[in-house]
């Protein structure tokens, strides 16, 4: 079957930097997307990573690594603003998204 | 991008009514989710809206419980019907605005309480 693994709920420190896991197995691979979704709300798109290395965007950065079906997301200098879950998600050989179950980032002061 | 609008963006309703929901698209897509989030859990996907034709249900859901219509390119509508308790989640309109290889993005979501 298709699976994808994600931490259920993580706390970090308000100014550090929390890197969050995804591991997948999936029949096919067309991309990793990472997604936020605050609290209430629709999830909105970080990033895609379709090749390995990292991918860099201002505080977020995500990398793959599809030998290992594995990726990370990595949030910089953590503001209040960043308590929400993200989603991991894979697009397998159909082209479908399969999710991960999301992992709740807690920030304290 | 896409800019995706969701009617009603909440409701209440009581067991055995059915309930639709419209999704709007600022600009002609490719492709149109349906999915369902229930409370704490990840997202479900429930159908694809094909133009033109009968939509494409996911392991689970069943054309009866939620009819789609796709009349278009820009809409989509999902109705749940026959609703009961279980029935109350988000249902979030989502779509690709490209090809295959596009970003998904998602409408604000319906919420729904079934009483």
Known sequence: GQNIDQPTEMTATEGAIVQINCTYQTSGFNGLFWYQQHAGEAPTFLSYNVLDGLEEKGRFSSFLSRSKGYSYLLLKELQMKDSASYLCAVKDSNYQLIWGAGTKLIIKP | ?115
Do not use: H
């Open chain 2, 1 to 115: 991008s896409a800019v995706i609008s969701q009617k009603p963006s909440r409701d209440i309703c009581q067991r055995g009514t059915s309930l639709t929901i419209q999704c709007q698209v600022d600009s002609q897509v490719t492709m149109m989710f349906w999915y369902r989030q229930q409370p704490g859990q990840s997202l479900t996907l429930i159908a694809t809206a094909n133009q033109g034709s009968e939509a494409t249900y996911e392991s689970g859901f069943v054309i009866d419980k939620f009819p789609i219509s796709r009349p278009n390119l820009t809409f989509s509508t999902l109705t749940v019907s026959n609703m009961s308790p279980e029935d109350s989640s988000i249902y979030l309109c989502s779509v690709l605005p490209g090809g295959e290889w596009e970003t998904q993005y998602f409408g604000p979501g319906t919420r729904l309480l079934v009483l």
